[in-house]
């Protein structure tokens, strides 16, 4: 009796090593990086979509459930997720991922913001007091995530932590060499003028040096207006642009008719992976989005 218990305690723990960890990400990109780092050790659900707008998600009973049964929850902060997260992680009572808990990543944490306030109020519209929090648009700034969340992953589950940081050096070493490939393909649309719909492109352009000239919201998070989308029309007639970018959640309608009143294409770029049918992961969300500007530049 002894032996069989033995045995059964043995493969019990073979079972619990072995074991899948669970990972809850607020945003396709944090699952899509985590699933390159931990490859088949992990199990990832994904709480958004491409064509969904983070700032606006309801903490439904099915991401609560779903987070109370993670290790590690993986998602943006700097207040993307303000509206819901707080809500979801006290309704899941999962005390692994809660704030300052371990099992808790805020990918913003680990990079330099842009766009910091000097003071935020309500009259500002959607302004986050931490900085813009849209750095998935950077690939610089997803690889120095991917290192943070390596070693959180490894902090997590232990017995698995060399796995993850041979998946990291093996993700970080295909990124490096596709960043040069993107900004080889990217290099004539340094300097070109964009309108973007809402603030959410800050990252891509710090990175491919693109100059932002307006927005299509007046001010963040509050939908165009007539009158401030005449305004703009009226602001490219002395500094013209190449592109109005918008992203798959936002209704077109407004970079349509910028588009149609100043003669300038309206390109919608996928702004995580699933935005398009063509950025099923992180790679082709670059090759995609560097692909939809090179062809509305032309």
Same mark, same amino acid.
């Given at each position: 009796?002894?032996?069989? @218990?033995?045995? @059964?305690?043995?493969?019990?723990?073979?079972?619990?090593?072995?074991?899948?960890? +669970?990972?809850?990400?607020?945003?396709?990109?944090?699952?899509?990086?985590?699933?390159?780092?931990?490859? &088949?050790?992990?199990?990832?659900?994904?709480?958004?979509?491409?064509?969904?707008?983070?700032?606006?998600?309801?903490?439904? =009973?099915?991401?609560?459930?779903?987070?109370?049964?993670?290790?590690?929850?993986?998602?943006?902060?700097?207040?993307?997720?303000?509206? $819901?997260?707080?809500?979801?992680?006290?309704?899941?009572? &999962?005390?692994?991922?809660?704030?300052?808990? =371990?099992?808790?990543?805020?990918?913003?944490?680990? %990079?330099?913001?842009?766009?910091?306030?000097?003071? %935020?109020?309500?009259?500002?519209?959607?302004?986050?007091?931490?900085? &813009?929090?849209?750095?998935?648009?950077?690939?610089?700034?997803?690889?120095?995530?991917?290192?943070?969340?390596?070693?959180?992953?490894?902090?997590?589950?232990?017995?698995?932590?060399?796995?993850?940081?041979?998946?990291?050096?093996? @993700?970080?070493?295909? $990124?490096?060499?596709?960043?040069?490939? $993107?900004?080889?393909?990217?290099?004539?649309?340094?300097?070109?003028?964009?309108?973007?719909?809402?603030?959410?492109?800050?990252?891509?352009?710090?990175?491919?040096?693109?100059?932002?000239?307006?927005?299509?919201?007046?001010?963040?998070?509050?939908?165009?207006?007539?009158?401030?989308?005449?305004?703009?029309?009226?602001?490219?007639?002395?500094?013209?642009?190449?592109?109005?970018?918008?992203?798959?959640?936002? +209704? =077109?309608?407004?970079?349509? $008719?910028?588009?149609?009143?100043?003669?300038?294409?309206?390109?919608?770029? =996928?702004?995580?992976?699933?935005?398009?049918?063509?950025?099923?992961?992180?790679?082709?969300?670059?090759?995609?989005?560097?692909?939809?500007? &090179?062809?509305?530049?032309?």
């Amino acid at each position: 009796m002894k032996r069989i @218990f033995l045995i @059964f305690a043995l493969l019990c723990g073979s079972t619990l090593a072995h074991a899948d960890l +669970n990972i809850f990400a607020c945003e396709p990109e944090w699952g899509a990086l985590a699933q390159e780092i931990g490859g &088949n050790q992990v199990t990832v659900y994904n709480a958004t979509t491409g064509l969904q707008d983070p700032h606006h998600i309801e903490a439904r =009973p099915s991401l609560i459930a779903k987070a109370r049964q993670a290790d590690l929850l993986v998602c943006t902060g700097a207040e993307l997720e303000i509206g $819901w997260l707080p809500l979801l992680l006290s309704k899941s009572g &999962n005390a692994a991922i809660q704030e300052s808990q =371990p099992g808790n990543f805020m990918a913003a944490q680990y %990079v330099q913001l842009l766009d910091i306030p000097e003071k %935020v109020d309500r009259s500002m519209g959607d302004v986050h007091a931490d900085g &813009n929090p849209h750095i998935q648009t950077d690939p610089r700034r997803i690889a120095q995530v991917g290192k943070a969340l390596a070693e959180r992953m490894a902090q997590v589950d232990s017995a698995n932590a060399a796995h993850y940081q041979q998946g990291y050096a093996s @993700f970080n070493s295909r $990124w490096q060499q596709a960043m040069q490939g $993107w900004q080889a393909r990217a290099a004539g649309l340094r300097g070109k003028v964009v309108v973007v719909h809402h603030k959410s492109w800050v990252y891509l352009q710090d990175w491919l040096g693109l100059q932002e000239i307006a927005t299509l919201e007046p001010k963040p998070g509050v939908p165009p207006t007539t009158a401030h989308l005449t305004s703009v029309l009226q602001q490219l007639q002395t500094t013209p642009a190449s592109v109005v970018i918008y992203s798959a959640y936002q +209704n =077109p309608r407004s970079a349509q $008719w910028l588009s149609g009143k100043a003669g300038i294409p309206a390109v919608l770029l =996928p702004s995580t992976v699933g935005g398009t049918p063509e950025a099923s992961d992180l790679f082709k969300l670059f090759d995609d989005i560097i692909q939809r500007l &090179n062809g509305a530049a032309k």
